[in-house]
């Protein structure tokens, strides 16, 4: 966000302008020549840059690059990757590792001080969602529940600095486009989902075998003792059966990502107020203070949310017909 | 928005910090505060332990105490008896003395009375001396009579 200054001085008067048709804004054309300022984004152009990652990938030519522009990057396909995303995804799962860690190597029975006291409080917290819900012997859910959560919550978290500071910071250092919070990147949701799905796949396997599993989703819910009507209902089953699997990773992720991508929007069209005049900032402000106060709940909840889910999901894999 | 390697990237980097966190986080603490609460557990049943014996410590301690009463009690009694046969012994001890004490002054007494009548004696003698010298005149030397005299005296 080379351009956020000028947004602000120019916003303005951009905005008094007549506002862009929605074709314009969809195919980010720019809506009039812009002779004299060709720096000020108009507030679509603003809200475009806010959503592009930092994609590095290979150019239609053949080279391999950074990605300049939402088009360049759709040229790019599957064959590129969000720099940005990966980049704060690994920071805070990091953080997290080393925090947790750091206590995990000092943790005594001792009195814990106070940072060992908020890990050993989420720990807990952790522990006792996953002994409610959770019914099986698995030494995998418990750290996978607390990872989930405790990442995912750090990547919400990154909603709700303000949006234009770190992208600005990185537009100093001469990198492009920045979008810091990794839940509103669908590739970042999609891969825990995957994750989860499957271990789903793993365990349900493993606890019933191939024949259990294939049998879970072949001879339910419709049930039939004759053998006919049972090849009869084995496609109907398996549509329902399969959707059901299919619909777990993919509400797990789209959820997270739904939530985020449009708090993070709501954050991006607040600030874009601040262009509009000092009165118009002010009104900007209150409401980006109000909107993160909200939005922590957001936070907390998606991060909550699919760490449950997740522990639900593999408690069902775990059970027995 | 789009679907690409990132997803894969995503995928490996969740996979690496589960099992790190599975791994090197989470057993740790969980080892951690299962020590925790099975100290707790240890310490709760200690308290409950030392209260039992501390209720058992008292109840010995009341009996200790009442055996003690009654020893004391005992030893008072007999002090008491004692006391009361150290003082009759002195009395019968102060009764003697006194009875002594009577008997060696009527000794005295007598003693003195057979002296003052040896001393009387001899002043009678000398006293019936003078007066026989009187009546007599130079008839009587003292010195010639002496020994008649003091014959006559001892014969008093």
Known sequence: MLHRRFAVLHFAATARRITPPISCIIQNKPTQPKPMAAAAPTPSEYIKHHLQNLTFGRHADGSWGIAHGAAEAREMGFMAVHLDTLFWSALLGVVFLLVFRRVAVRASAEAPGGLQNFIEWVVDFINDNVRGSFTGKNDLVAPLALTLFVWILLMNMMDLVPVDWLPHLAAVMGIEYMKVVPTTDPNATFAMALGVFFLVIFYSIKVKGIGGFVGELTMQPFEAKNVMLKAALLPVNLFLEGIGLLAKPVSLSLRLFGNLFAGEMIFILIALLYSGGWVLGIFGGALQWAWAVFHILIVLLQAFIFMTLTIVYLEMAHQKH | ?156
């Open chain 2, 1 to 156: 928005m789009n679907i690409n390697l990132t997803l894969i990237g995503q995928t490996i980097t969740f996979a690496v910090f589960v099992w790190f966190c599975m791994k090197f986080v989470w057993p740790p603490i969980m080892n951690a505060l299962e020590e925790r609460k099975t100290r707790i557990a240890d310490g709760l049943a200690a308290a409950e332990e030392g209260k039992r014996a501390k209720a058992d410590a008292e109840a010995r301690a009341e009996e200790v105490l009442g055996e003690a009463r009654g020893r004391a009690a005992e030893i008072i009694a007999g002090a008491e008896t004692r006391g009361a046969e150290i003082v009759e012994a002195a009395k019968t001890e102060a009764r003697t003395e006194g009875e002594r004490l009577i008997q060696s002054a009527q000794a005295e007494v007598a003693q003195q009375t057979n002296r003052a009548r040896e001393k009387l004696r001899a002043e009678v003698a000398a006293l019936a001396a003078t007066g026989a010298a009187q009546i007599l005149r130079r008839e009587v030397d003292a010195g010639v009579h002496e020994e008649m005299l003091g014959e006559l005296a001892g014969r008093l």
